[in-house]
């Protein structure tokens, strides 16, 4: 599968995190999606029922990572994922959580998890 759809630098407020005062506070979070999918038919036919709306997934993911506070970003990405591959036209999925705040001791400018999934 060589098509994709990418969104990069999605920003959302939530609050994940191991300590206590990162669920209390919340922090910004950084998402970018890539889902691979077959983009042929959509681009004969002009017609976005036949594609994935980015616009609509852009809100699906936001929405997604901003619910429900869990400690681990990893989980904030699984979770991502499952929604993207609810699309029936999604065959594979990468993920990259962003955690631009994390409570680090020494100088970083990101800390990110990313994972990838495919349609079973």
Do not use: C
Not at 38 to 45: H, I, K, N, P, V
Not at 59 to 64: F, L, M, Q, R, S
Not at 70 to 78: F, G, M, N, S
Request: hydrophobic residues 40%; charged residues 20%; glycine residues 4%.
């Amino acid at each position: 599968m060589t098509d994709s759809i990418t969104l990069t630098g999605l920003r959302v407020n939530a609050h994940h995190g191991v300590y206590d005062f990162e669920k209390e506070n919340g922090q910004d979070f950084v998402i970018d999606v890539t889902v691979w999918l077959d983009l042929q038919t959509a681009a004969a036919s002009d017609d976005v029922t036949e594609t994935i709306h980015y616009g609509e997934l852009a809100e699906e993911v936001t929405d997604a990572a901003r619910q429900n506070p869990v400690d681990l970003i990893e989980t904030v990405a699984e979770r991502i994922a499952t929604v993207v591959l609810a699309h029936p036209p999604a065959r594979r999925v990468q993920v990259t959580v962003h955690k631009p705040q994390a409570p680090i001791s020494v100088p970083f400018t990101d800390v990110a998890v990313q994972i990838t999934r495919s349609r079973p």
